[in-house]
């Protein structure tokens, strides 16, 4: 699954990147080195001009919209996706995730896989491990936990697959904006077998080839949808532990993704990838350079654990 996330790069920085047409965002959201459930985030789509439900049909500026075909548009959203049939928007804690075998079929994301894709950038997530043996020192009686940052190691952003919806607030005049909300949920996947030692599901990432037929409104047919979700893979990503400051999600800060120095007679997996393999040039996913972003460090690899709910530290 995918649980908290890191996504600190600029706005600017993700207009360029992801091809964005039309800027859609009133502000720049501050960077956030622990996302989790129930915040604001980006997400990048494409929306026909015409089609105005949910919008006021203002640009992110105040300007009318005159553009009557699809654009790539970047957009703050709320993650927790809230289907347009909920009652209210509670349920969206419970839909941070869409896993992709089920989500073509599930009532509360068929809808919007057909329709309503999107791509939410990411420098990297977080997952966690248990220490063989260790006690939290928090919590007795439960089982340590080590959180790890895996990212790309060429410092460039995932695009995790995601879907979006609108949910209408009735208790709000349809021409106020704050009418409509907008949220959306990422795609998870298997993970593959070194990633699955940390955790054995991973959000889906779509490569910068396939973006366009991704967010493509037009496409609608769940079968070639499907095909664009091909098993992950780990060529070009990396990992390493990080402090357990992560856990809660009161802290946050760029020191959350710094490595850490572990113990590795408790349990720790071995160093993945190896020294010589980190020494050696290999694949990197494909896609811009990074800007600013630190040199990746020593990654490890462990088995993990999901993390606990929205706002509250993980036991």
């Keep these: 699954m995918c649980g908290r996330y890191a996504s600190a790069r600029k706005r600017i920085e993700l207009l360029e990147e992801f091809g964005v047409e039309r800027d859609r965002t009133t502000q720049p959201l501050a960077p956030d080195y622990n996302v989790a459930p129930t915040k ?6 494409s929306r026909d001009g015409r089609d105005q439900r949910g919008d006021d049909g203002r640009g992110g500026e105040g300007e009318p919209e ?23 928007t509670s349920i969206g804690s419970r839909l ?32 966690w491990m248990v220490l063989g043996g260790g006690e939290a020192t928090d919590r007795p009686g439960k ?13 460039g952003p995932l695009a995790f697959a995601g879907l979006y919806e609108l949910w209408r607030d009735r208790s709000v ?59 992950a893979v780990t060529s070009g990503l990396a990992t390493y532990p990080v402090s357990t400051q992560v856990n ?25 990838p190896s020294p010589a393999e980190q020494a050696a040039p290999g694949p990197a996913l494909p896609g811009p350079a990074p800007r ?24």
């Design 173 to 231: 005049p349809a021409e106020d904006p704050a009418a409509w909300l907008w949220s959306a949920t990422i795609i998870t996947t298997t993970a593959p077998d070194e990633l699955g030692e940390i955790h054995d599901r991973m959000p889906m990432v779509i490569p910068p080839g396939s973006w366009a037929d991704w967010l493509d409104p037009a496409n609608t047919d769940a079968a070639d949808l499907k095909a664009l979700l091909v098993p």
């Design 248 to 272: 809660s999600v009161r802290n946050n800060g760029p020191q959350l993704i710094e490595q850490v120095e572990l113990d590795h007679a408790n349990g720790v997996a071995p160093l993945w």
């Design 292 to 315: 600013g972003t630190p040199e990746p460090r020593v990654r490890e690899l462990g088995a993990g654990a999901a993390p606990g709910p929205t706002g509250a530290p993980l036991p």
């Design 143 to 155: 089982k340590a936990k080590q959180p790890y940052f895996i990212h790309r190691a060429d410092g």
């Design 66 to 88: 005159q553009q009557t075909g699809p654009a790539r548009q970047l957009r703050v959203v709320r993650w927790g996706l809230v289907p347009s049939w909920a009652k209210d």
């Design 96 to 127: 941070i995730n869409a896993r992709s075998e089920t989500v073509a079929e599930k009532p509360a994301f068929r809808s919007a896989f057909t329709r309503r894709r999107c791509l939410l950038p990411a420098d990297g997530y977080y997952e």
């Design 40 to 45: 604001a985030v980006y997400a990048v789509l």
